[in-house]
């Protein structure tokens, strides 16, 4: 017979289960009537030694009036409590727009514990600032700094209106989320490299406001109509 003393291999999506069931005080037969999962089941879940299956997660999250997010124990994928993340070890990607090259990314160090922290270095292409293809704004807010090489340009469409400035090395600005933006190398001899930070924003902001400009239809038609979405 199988003994069960090492801890349960799935005890993290557990432990959650057991925790909602037990904030609205439902027992297991009335989880069990209302989602169609067994018993049996739901109990070898709430102690871990079975997986949730996604459909599972979807029928519990209704059950204790919550999301399924809320329901998915934390990746921590910190190690020595930190991330460390080489050159060598760098997500590279190129962009392409209007079939030219006009970025080359290196997604630099991430952690699954700071969601809405991206940093990503950019490497500028284009060299005449008509090439330039805007995106569309994105939802984060973005810190952006020339990072070396250089000058950078920079176009953005600000009250209805297109701008464009120069920067050199050490220069920052901000990018607010939703703004289109796009970047330059007025200098083909020393194209410019910057890091773009996206950062916060999130519709759980507490300030209604802002939740509201988020939702607000022109905004959410913008993003989700990007199909190639790019810093
Ligand atoms: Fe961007």
Known sequence: METKTATPPYLSYGSLIHAWRNEIKYTHAMVSQNTGIARDRLSELEKGYQKPTWEELEKLAKEFHVSVRDLLPMDDDRERG??????????????????????????????????????????????????????????????????????????????????????????????????????????????????????????????????LNLISADNASRIINDQEEYY
């Open 82 to 211: 930190v991330i460390i993340l080489r050159n060598s070890e760098a997500v590279k990607m190129d962009q392409f727009r209007a079939e030219r090259l006009q970025y080359t990314y290196w997604c630099r160090a991430m952690s699954s514990t700071l969601p809405n922290f991206k940093p990503v270095e950019l490497l500028l292409h284009l060299t005449e600032k008509e090439d330039v293809v805007l995106n569309r704004g994105h939802f984060f807010h973005q810190y952006t700094q020339v990072l070396h090489g250089g000058p950078v340009g920079f176009v953005w469409i600000g009250e209805g209106e297109t701008h464009y400035e120069e920067f050199q090395e050490g220069d920052s600005w901000l990018i607010p989320g939703f703004v289109p933006h796009g970047f330059w190398s007025p200098d083909p001899a020393n194209l410019g490299r910057i890091l773009a930070i996206t950062f916060g924003q999130s519709l759980a902001s507490g300030d209604a406001r802002q939740e």
